[in-house]
Each structure stands twice: as structure tokens, then as C-alpha cells.
């Protein structure tokens, strides 16, 4: 437990409490004693809310933390302006109504004003909160465009989702950065999950359960990012991806082949995850000796095919007549490409 912050937390509401016996000792006996206790009460609860909330909301961002404070900031600001401007008008009413009425003029002055100030902060934080992305203070300079947790943001596309590998690697921890899903690769992802094509739909449907394992780890900043730039009209959604990138200044994550290269013809930065791992295979070298199960026979005359655990591809020679079996082969040569790899070896013996 943090003592400061309790102790922050304990000054906090001993002020609220404060500020509470001042508003209604400065009234003197001009307000009823349930008005005073309503008054009391709507301090103290309010101060409790808000403890409560900042309890319970663990995870608490900069970006908005900042909207806040200059959304508050300008509120008050505008809400002195307007005090100036309505001073006229509640000076006429106390001259009218007289001292003597059921809501003292002052009292009546500083509802309105605390009324007035609270809609528009809350006008003001509202409008900073939504429009984080792209506003932009000169001074002090405080750019909220980039909206990143790392030093820069991963684009998802929508075949990396489908792929789900995304969430093994992010569970591990080795990835800080915020990822961002835009919609229109959400909508994407939706129609293929309500294709009428079966293999399409179960994929799209893998995808959007990915999409929730993600946003049900606390560990990963996930957002949807909802804005579509005015550029992006028109285009197709690879080129949507790219244009999103090089606004929030992040990297796309993909395992498309040609979204790939598009983005490295683009300048824009990439992370292919099948390069990721084919990185993170084991590498055979010739010579080595290894076992695995041919399931089909190869393109050449007696060559047969097996595969690893993780997919990888064995060109087996000599091996086609040993289909269904387990085989010891020397590995011979490895071929490695940025859509996977395959390892060519010879038959020795049958394990």
C-alpha cells in the first residue's frame, strides 16, 4: 500500500470537508439547517466518489491525465469570464428581490457560477479527451498525436490477428508498445467472420477471439482506433494501414507478404512476424542428423515430405517410399525465404 497516497487521498477529503463548513459558515443563518446538511453531504460523498474511483481505476494514462488538467484549466478560465459577465444581471436581482429572499442573492450567484463552471470543464475535457490525436498546444508544447505507450505504436492488420501469434508474443512481455487495431480493419475482420464461405467465417472468428484475449490481458494496451484520416477515402485497406502509420508515426504489424513490401517501397517501418519467427527457428546445419515422420510424397521422383512441430518443411530424398514412416535423414541444405523455410535432407535409415 502506498502511505503518501492515502495520505494524499486522507488531505484531499479533510480539504473537501473544509471547503464545505466555509460555504456555509459564510452564509451565516440565512440558509435552513437541512440546506447546510445537504450542502455537507454532497461534499462528502463527492469527495468519497472520487477516492473510490481512483482506487479502483488501476491503470491511469498521461495522455489523458494532460486532457484533463487543460481541460479544467481553460474551464475555470471561462467560467471567471462568464462570472464577470453575469455580475450585471445578479446585482439587479439582489437590487430587485431584496435581502430578504428565500435564496440569498450571493447564495443564488455562487450555484449559478459553480453550476456554470462544472458544465463547462466538463464541456472542455470532453472536447481535449476525444480530440487527443490531433490538438496540439504551442506553449508549452504538448502534442498528443502521437498516442503511444512505447516508443512507438504497432498498426495490427488484419491477417496478423487471424494468425493469433500476435497474442503468444505479446504475453510474454517482450512488446511494451500500445498496439492499435483501426476499424476499419475491425470491419474487416467482421465481414470475414460473417462470410458465407465456411473456411473464411471460422477464420474471421479466430480472429475476433484473439481480439478479445488481447483486451482481457491487463498487461496489453489494446485500442481501437476510430478516427479515419481524410486521406484515407478511397483507399483500399492496406493503404489505409500505411497512411495510419506514418500519421501516428508507428510500425504495422503484418504477416502479408505484399503488405510487406509495399510498406518497405513506402519508407514505411514493418514488422512481418513470419520473419519474426524464422528468426526464432532452430537452424540445421549440413550434416546434422534428425528425425521426422513423411506424410506425402515431394515433387521430385523419390523425394517425400515431412514437417516439424512448428510447421517447418522437409524435403526428404530417397524418401517417398516411406511415406507413413518415421525416417532418420542427414540434413544436406536449408533454404530460408521471408514466406517460411525449408530444410532438404537425405534418407539414412528408418528410425
Same mark, same amino acid.
Given at each position: ?41 454532497? #461534499? ?37 469570464? #462568464? ?23 450571493? $447564495? ?5 457560477? +459553480? ?109 481501437? !482506433? ?5 486521406? $484515407? ?63 506425402? +510424397? ?8 515431412? !514437417? ?25 541444405? $536449408? ?8 530444410? #532438404? ?7
Amino acid at each position: 500500500m502506498n502511505l503518501s497516497l492515502w495520505a494524499l487521498r486522507a488531505f484531499f477529503f479533510l480539504v473537501s470537508v473544509g471547503l464545505a463548513i466555509s460555504v456555509t459558515s459564510g452564509s451565516g443563518n440565512r440558509i435552513s439547517f437541512a440546506t447546510t446538511l445537504a450542502i455537507y453531504a454532497l #461534499f462528502v460523498i463527492g469527495s468519497i466518489v472520487a477516492i473510490v474511483l481512483d482506487v479502483l481505476i488501476k491503470r491511469k494514462r498521461i495522455d489523458l491525465i494532460t486532457s484533463v488538467y487543460f481541460g479544467i484549466l481553460v474551464g475555470l478560465l471561462l467560467t471567471y469570464i #462568464f462570472s464577470l459577465a453575469l455580475t450585471p444581471a445578479f446585482e439587479n436581482y439582489a437590487a430587485t428581490i431584496g435581502p430578504d429572499a428565500a435564496l440569498p442573492p450571493d $447564495m443564488l450567484k455562487s450555484i449559478v457560477i +459553480a453550476f456554470l463552471g462544472v458544465i463547462i470543464s466538463y464541456i472542455c475535457v470532453s472536447f481535449l479527451w476525444q480530440t487527443k490525436d490531433d490538438f496540439r498546444f504551442i506553449i508549452p508544447y504538448v502534442e498528443f498525436s502521437k498516442d503511444v505507450r512505447g516508443a512507438m505504436p504497432y498498426i495490427l492488420d488484419t491477417s496478423v490477428v487471424i494468425d493469433g501469434r500476435i497474442a503468444d508474443i505479446v504475453e510474454t512481455g517482450i512488446i511494451e508498445n500500445q498496439l492499435i487495431l483501426p476499424r476499419f480493419a475491425l470491419m474487416e475482420l467482421q465481414a470475414i467472420a460473417d462470410s458465407s464461405d465456411r473456411l473464411r467465417r471460422s477464420r474471421g472468428r479466430r480472429g475476433l477471439d484473439v481480439l478479445n484475449r488481447l483486451r482481457s490481458n491487463e498487461n496489453v494496451d489494446l485500442k481501437i !482506433y476510430d478516427r479515419e484520416l481524410p486521406e $484515407m477515402k478511397g483507399q483500399p485497406v492496406d493503404l489505409k494501414l500505411l497512411t495510419l502509420a506514418k500519421h501516428l508515426g508507428g510500425k504495422v504489424v503484418t504477416g502479408d507478404y505484399n503488405l510487406n513490401k509495399v510498406a518497405k517501397l513506402q519508407n514505411v517501418p514493418v514488422i512481418n512476424l513470419n520473419e519474426v519467427a524464422n528468426s526464432l527457428k532452430p537452424v540445421f546445419l549440413p550434416g546434422e542428423q534428425m528425425s521426422v515422420k513423411v506424410v506425402k +510424397a515431394g515433387e521430385g521422383p523419390t523425394q517425400g515430405v515431412g !514437417y516439424l512441430d512448428d510447421g517447418t518443411m522437409i524435403v526428404i530424398e530417397d524418401g517417398r517410399q516411406h511415406i507413413g514412416n518415421t525416417v532418420n535423414i542427414m540434413v544436406t541444405s $536449408m533454404l530460408q525465404t521471408n514466406a517460411g523455410r525449408m530444410v #532438404f535432407g537425405k534418407f539414412e535409415s528408418v528410425a
